[in-house]
């Protein structure tokens, strides 16, 4: 019989903002129906781990959820791989099955994130300014939430911006 397997990570998708501890989900199986989870630093050591039951059981794709914990998260604005993969029961290395891989963007204490359209005028300064009332955020921390930001000093009249928010 030619069954075969695969996973399908729908959230978080690639250059996501997550915090400390965010969910992971989306379709697949693994052996006996179970999904691993890792979470990988810039260096490639692994920070996080998960698992998580497929609806589909044994041998058959269905959905799956989990939350992952970060103990010790790298920095505000750190470039972290989610890999997500079936299960690997046997002796040989790991990750599993199926590997699928997530670049995201780690802010351990991230409350959430607004959207801000760049006007005219505006520096990322100033924006850092008219986030105030939503909680904390930095130059910094806006440039590694938005890959379009080449140069902090140059940004563009209609641009949509994540402004990464912490309490």
């Given at each position: ?8 990570v ?17 379709i ?8 691993g ?14 698992f998580?039951?497929?609806?589909g059981?044994?041998?058959?794709i269905?959905?799956f ?8 998260p ?32 780690m802010?351990?204490?991230?409350m ?8 005219k ?27 379009q ?16 928010i912490?309490?």
């Amino acid at each position: 019989m030619g069954i075969l397997s695969d996973i399908r990570v729908r959230e978080p998708a690639r250059d996501d903002l997550v915090g400390r501890q965010f969910t992971v989900a989306g379709i697949g199986t693994g052996f006996e129906g179970t999904i691993g989870m890792g979470l990988l630093n810039r260096a490639g050591k692994v920070i996080a781990t998960g698992f998580a039951t497929s609806t589909g059981g044994m041998a058959l794709i269905g959905e799956f959820s989990a939350v992952l914990k970060v103990k010790n998260p790298p920095r505000a604005g750190t470039t972290v791989k989610l890999q997500v993969f079936g299960d690997n029961p046997g002796p040989g290395p790991g990750p599993g099955s199926d590997l699928r891989e997530v670049e995201l963007v780690m802010f351990p204490d991230l409350m959430g994130f607004l959207l801000y359209r760049v006007e005219k005028g505006d520096t990322l300064t100033g924006i850092v300014r008219k986030a105030r009332g939503f909680g904390k955020t930095t130059v910094a921390q806006i440039v590694a939430a938005n890959s379009q930001i080449k140069d902090p000093d140059v940004i563009q009249t209609g641009w949509k911006l994540r402004i990464p928010i912490s309490s």
